[in-house]
């Protein structure tokens, strides 16, 4: 039953991506959907990480990408959304906001080393490398991604390597991963519409400190 609810999920969102849709398009779309319902039958993958993979996946295709989603990129990295076209790659890891149970004391800083991570592993795979995020989520992009590498300074280099020590040491994330990784975009994935918004690091982060900024004005007071 779950099997079949899961693949109702990803058709229905399929018909609603696809309204419109050129058939060479659709095939790309179907053949994505098709992928995600196959992990799925392995317990692979989850609906809302799905959805969303579809979401973006779609969005990639209309940019003229051959897209796969769960793409093996090096012997231990298995990428979301890889897109090809051409000669270039684009890579967008999907973020839900999700916290394990094991961080419910650290869910900042954790969640802030979940992202820096990702930036400095994918990125090295992608000639353009994106995070996906739904709408309701914040995601904590340090500074030094907002900025191209030649403008990092060590104590910010160690400042991220030490975040990320702290969780990911199998194998750890090194100065030279985060020296160069770039962030090129975040895609902000509105699965209810079916659509997805890009913007540049620093646009997204000063989206983020005026949503954050209304909330807090919002508040009522103690």
Known sequence: MLEDKFSEDL???VLKISQGARTQNLDK????KS???ELHRQNLVKINHSAMELVCGYHLILK???VAVEQQVNDSLVCDVLGIKGDGKAIVEIETGFIPPEHALDPSTF????????IARYSAYSDKFALGV?????LPVLPIFQSPPSRRNMAELREAKDLCDRYYRAPPITLE??????LHSIHMIDVDEARVVEMDPEAYVDAMKRRAAILDNASPSA
């Open 11 to 13: 058709a229905t969102l």
């Open 29 to 32: 779309l179907n053949v994505v």
């Open 35 to 37: 992928r995600l319902i």
């Open 64 to 66: 003229g990408y051959d």
């Open 111 to 118: 969640f802030t080393a979940r992202i820096t991570s990702k």
């Open 134 to 138: 739904p709408p309701y989520c914040i």
């Open 177 to 182: 991963q985060i020296r160069e990784a770039r």
